[in-house]
């Protein structure tokens, strides 16, 4: 049996977790949460983190806990739609739902370890074999292997997320982008509603009080669409979860000898695509099916092609999109070309 450790159970650690093949790896699974999310928040699961969930064999129970999506209408910050591009096969499911899907899909051979893993030493109990860094955009993996330089990058953006016990209201849904500040409305499994907004802001980065956070957010919106002046009347701070993004830098390899990245870990990015999660899912089915086929360095020079570029391009792409949606100055140029393009 080949020993994998794996720091974080978050949602790329419990999936890599769900698909090793027990009867081939003795994996042990480091986690310091314990339990799930306090704060309920939603993530767009796109076809190809379907196609992962499937190969984990829990697609159906993640379908049966989501929500469609439909149309999207994309919208200027007084609710006039541009467009609704479809977003055909999208699900909406809540963090907290898939994170218990993910942990029940983990088989009982896997010894867990609850608490924080502080260092990554180069020898002993933890770097025997494969360890395994799906510790997020503040990865201690990544930083013993791959040193400072890789250190997660500060963005000046805040973001807010929340859910809402009712329904969505009719003509609400869709993303307002305004002038260096957008909000989404989008509905969340059992026929609630989800909401997250972003603008610049100098909170944090770490220990954002929800409360000011939100304040902030209502002045801001003061004066925008009807429909995100009633959200955040409803929202309260302790269901609002409010955090700066970070990201990761660029990475020429997952892979070091005796390590590898998987999730947010190797690729950190905005999350205006809506992609961290589901490439993170993608990571570690496609890891695990590797890793349970072929021996384990061939394994991990496949992975390292399959998903290097793959990754990179989404977080330019995320990075492009997040420009485009929170621009500041060219926010008058940008809203005339959509109005065109909408024509
Ligand atoms: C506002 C916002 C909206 C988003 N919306 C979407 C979306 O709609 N769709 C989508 O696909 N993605 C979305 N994302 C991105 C998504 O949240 C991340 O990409 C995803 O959570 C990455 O999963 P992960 O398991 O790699 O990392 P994480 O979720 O960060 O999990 C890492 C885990 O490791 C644990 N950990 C960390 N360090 C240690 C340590 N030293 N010792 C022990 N345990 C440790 C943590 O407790 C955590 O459980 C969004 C992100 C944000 C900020």
Redesign the pocket.
């Known amino acids: 049996m080949d020993p994998i450790t794996i ?7 419990l999936a890599l977790a769900a698909g090793l093949d027990p009867q081939r790896f003795d994996v042990t699974l ?4 314990p339990g799930v999310p306090p704060v309920e928040t ?4 796109w076809p190809e ?1 379907q196609a992962a969930l499937a190969l984990l064999g829990i697609l159906p129970d993640v379908r049966a806990a989501s929500t469609g999506f439909g149309g999207m209408a994309l919208r200027d910050s007084a609710g006039n739609a541009w467009g609704s591009p479809e977003v055909r096969g999208v699900l909406g499911v809540s963090r907290a739902d898939l994170l218990m899907i993910l942990d029940a899909a983990v088989p009982h051979a896997v010894q867990r370890v609850a ?4 260092d990554v030493p180069a020898s002993g109990p933890l770097a025997a074999g494969l360890l395994v860094g ?7 993996v990544r930083r013993t292997f791959w040193g400072k330089r890789a250190a997660a990058k500060l963005t000046p953006y805040l ?1 807010l ?1 929340g859910v809402l016990a009712e329904p969505i209201a009719p003509d609400a849904g869709g993303e307002y982008w305004g002038r260096g500040q957008l909000f989404g409305i989008t509905p969340a499994s059992g026929g609630r509603t989800y909401w ?1 907004a972003s603008f610049r802001s100098d909170l944090g980065p770490a220990g954002i009080d929800a409360a000011e956070a939100l304040q902030r957010t209502r002045e801001r919106f003061a004066g925008s669409a009807p429909a995100i002046g009633r959200v955040l009347a409803k929202a309260a701070p302790e269901s609002t979860l409010a ?1 700066r ?1 970070w990201t990761v830098p660029t990475l020429g390899s997952f892979v070091r000898p005796g390590a590898v990245l ?4 190797a690729h ?1 990015m905005t ?1 205006n695509l ?5 490439e ?1 899912i993608v990571d570690a089915a496609n890891l695990a099916e590797l890793l349970n086929a072929q021996p384990m360095g061939e394994a991990l020079r496949a992975y390292n092609r399959q998903r290097v570029v793959r990754t990179q391009l989404l977080r330019v792409a995320s990075s492009a999109m997040t420009g485009l949606a929170l621009t500041e100055h060219a926010q008058p140029l940008r809203d005339r070309l959509l109005g065109l393009a909408a024509r």
């Not at 480091?30 to 949460?33: F, G, I, L, S, W």
């Not at 799906?134 to 201690?140: F, L, N, T």
């Not at 998987?262 to 870990?265: L, M, S, V």
């Open positions: 720091i974080g159970g978050g949602i790329a650690g480091h986690e310091q949460r939603s993530l767009a699961m983190a608490g924080r893993v502080d799906a510790d997020g955009v503040h990865s201690v973001a997320r997250y955090q993004i998987i999730g947010d870990a950190g999350p809506g992609r961290g999660a589901c993170a």
